[in-house]
């Protein structure tokens, strides 16, 4: 375990709950700087871990579970952990890739010959595809060069994260924070852009996003 995993983890954490890291640390009841950079290096510039106090009381205000904020110091991979799976050439394009014509067929399955291919775990769903991330626009969720295994096929339930393409082309990534038969609210990774509410006719495919290679 290393102490970079430990702090992106609390920042994980506290923008799928729509915040700043020192907004969760207010939320806490700690004072808002306990998670800010200056903290997290000694002033000889050694790195420096957060307090099992302070992570007991943002799992408490976050309402999360130690087992869930394990799993995002491994990487907050969806399969179950255990041996290492099985792989298979998965079809891959990068994230700006994916709004293009002719990458997707009208169900949302990846289709055409411009696929590149990655060697990654085996998922059972045979239309499974992976993304990578290009930018910082999902951090500190994913980060650029992050791959991302979605399925189409895969249920989807509050708290999944899902790749999503709307019918105005545009395809982004985002945390089901509410679905109902109308619709969804979708949050944003990024703390720094918009939660967004979409009807279920405005929606033209969604996919859970099931493993992610860090």
């Not at 806490?28 to 871990?49: C, E, I, V």
């Not at 994260?161 to 509410?178: E, S």
């Amino acid at each position: 375990m290393r102490h970079e995993d430990i702090w992106r983890a609390i920042d994980t954490l506290a923008a799928e709950r729509g915040l700043s890291a020192s907004g969760l640390a207010r939320r806490a009841g700690l004072n808002a700087t306990t998670f800010n950079q200056s903290k997290r290096a000694t002033p000889d510039g050694r790195a420096r871990w957060p307090s099992t106090e302070s992570v007991s009381k943002v799992l408490g205000a976050a309402d999360a579970t130690l087992e869930e904020f394990a799993s995002l110091v491994s990487g907050a991979r969806a399969l179950p952990a255990g041996p290492r799976p099985a792989t298979r050439r998965l079809p891959m394009i990068a994230m700006t890739q994916a709004a293009l014509p002719g990458y997707f067929d009208d169900s949302g399955y990846p289709s055409g010959k411009d696929w590149d291919e990655a060697g990654l775990p085996e998922v059972s769903d045979p239309h499974a595809y992976a993304i990578e991330v290009t930018g910082d626009a999902l951090e500190p969720v994913y980060r650029d060069g992050d791959m991302l295994i979605a399925s189409p096929l895969a249920p989807i339930r509050r708290g999944d994260r899902v790749i999503l393409k709307d019918r105005k082309g545009r395809v982004m990534v985002r945390q089901i924070a509410r679905r109902s038969p109308r619709g969804i609210d979708a949050r944003s990774l990024n703390p720094s852009r918009s939660d967004i509410r979409l009807e279920t006719e405005a929606i033209a495919w969604m996919h859970r996003i099931v493993w992610v290679s860090q």
